[in-house]
């Protein structure tokens, strides 16, 4: 009986950590899409990493969220969106240049819960396309 209560006591975070993934996952692939357009942060933040800080635009906000189930208030305050570290200083270069080049992120929201950032887009295109696409060049 010992051993069953062990076993479910280290099997019970996991399986919840499972069913975590299971949820976002669904919700970020059932979600209605809005498309944000973003502008810089830079809050001198000592633990910046491989992620770009930003703020969503609140006139694209409020244009874009018309008949979604996505709630203004949700796109307050500063974002993250994470990267992989090699591009990492790469796209934090592009997006202070951000006078050059349109950033906007695609969320998917679904009713009564959080947007969940998908995708960063430049110029209209997926980050790891155009940088696939200016690399050449």
């Known amino acids: 009986m010992k051993k069953i209560f062990i076993l479910i006591t280290l099997l019970a975070p996991a399986f919840f950590f499972l069913g975590w993934i299971g949820v976002l996952a669904s919700n970020t692939q059932t979600g209605q899409e809005v498309r944000v357009e973003i502008e810089g942060y830079d ?10 800080l930003y703020r969503n635009n609140n006139s694209s ?19 993250r969106f994470y990267v992989p570290q090699e591009y990492a200083r790469t796209l934090d270069t592009l997006f202070s240049s ?14 009564g819960r959080k947007p969940i950032a998908k995708q960063l887009l430049i110029d209209g295109m997926d980050w790891r396309d155009f940088l696939m696409q200016n690399r050449r060049k």
């Open 98 to 111: 951000r006078r050059r080049y349109q950033f906007e992120v695609v969320y998917s929201c679904v009713e």
């Open 61 to 79: 906000v409020q244009q874009n969220i018309v008949g979604t189930p996505c709630k203004e208030w949700h796109f307050y305050g500063a974002h």
């Open 43 to 52: 809050p001198r933040d000592l633990l910046a990493g491989h992620y770009i």
